[in-house]
């Protein structure tokens, strides 16, 4: 009897201690914030390691609206993470998320500039600035703008200049000058 209740006394700890484990394995909390006038149907969190974003991670007929927001809980890991308006645009990506926090979406008073991809390839490399620096590529290795895909960059007020490369950094097309207040559009075609 004595040895029975000892193995039922280390099964129930043994119980209680993968319990806590798998509690404690749900460790990183991403919460997304839209505080742009762009609803977003798409939220895609996947390892850093995929190949590809997999499912949306928002729940079927959710939309977050400008002011709303949704946690999403996941295990200790690195994600890449894509935003996607309900007009199916890209608005926002970022790699190697590592670390619980909020992703703010846009902000008051931000001006859109939509880059439509209406080439046959690929752009992978994509740059705006308000100065003679260049500076990062603003997709991030994470995404690319597909033919006949449009990427919506959210921008403060301004003139800027923009630069699209495809996968090879052969430019495809530059703009200069352009005055950003609401809404540019930008085709690039062949």
Known sequence: MIANGVALRWFL????LLLLGACQSTALEIT??????YPICE??????????????RLPENKTLLSGDRYTFLLETDEYDLLVRTCAEETIFSAAQVTQSGTIIIGAAGQAALKVHNQTAVEICYL???QNEDWGEDRLGRVESILPGSTRLFLLPPG?????????EEKTLAEIEGVLLEATFDWTISP
């Open 13 to 16: 700890i043994g119980g209680m």
């Open 127 to 129: 740059y705006i600035s």
């Open 159 to 167: 003139t800027y200049r923009a630069r699209a490369q495809d996968c």
């Open 32 to 37: 997304v914030e839209n505080q742009s006038d």
């Open 43 to 56: 939220v895609y969190l996947s390892p850093a390691e995929a190949t590809d974003f997999g499912e949306n």
